[in-house]
């Protein structure tokens, strides 16, 4: 049974920068995609980062040269390094994983955390 689970959030200044992990469990497959996706009350939920096994990366541009996706095979985890924070990042922050990747980056179906909060003051 795959399980993803989610930390680092908390709550920051804006400017300030946190970094969030998913740790990832029982997952055999070669080839995924994941992302993070993030989603504020009463929004929909809007994926920031995405990152494929072939270890690709893309951005939207509402956070692009702000945050970084990342991974530690060894560890089972990903990551998101999110710089330069400012209050419209506020959301509940969740990552995913698929073994089935629309156009290389984006997972469909598949596996999500239980989110953590993320919560930028001005």
């Known amino acids: 049974q795959v399980h993803l689970v989610e930390s680092g959030g908390g709550s920051v200044q804006a400017g300030g920068s946190l970094r969030l992990s998913c740790a990832v469990s029982?997952?055999?497959?070669?080839?995924?995609?994941m992302g993070w996706f993030r989603q504020a009350p009463g929004k929909e939920r809007e994926g920031v980062a995405f990152?494929?096994?072939?270890?690709?990366?893309t951005y939207p541009d509402s956070v692009k040269g702000r945050f970084t996706i990342s991974r530690d095979i060894a560890k089972n985890t990903l990551y998101l390094q999110m710089n330069n924070l400012k209050p419209e990042d506020t959301a509940m922050y969740y990552c995913?994983?698929?073994?089935?990747?629309?156009?290389?980056?984006?997972?469909?179906?598949?596996?999500w955390g239980q989110g953590t909060q993320v919560t930028v003051s001005s």
């Open positions: 995913k994983l698929s073994s089935v990747c629309v156009s290389d980056y984006y997972p469909a179906g598949g596996y």
């Open positions: 990152l494929n096994s072939d270890g690709r990366t």
């Open positions: 029982g997952y055999t497959g070669r080839t995924y995609c």
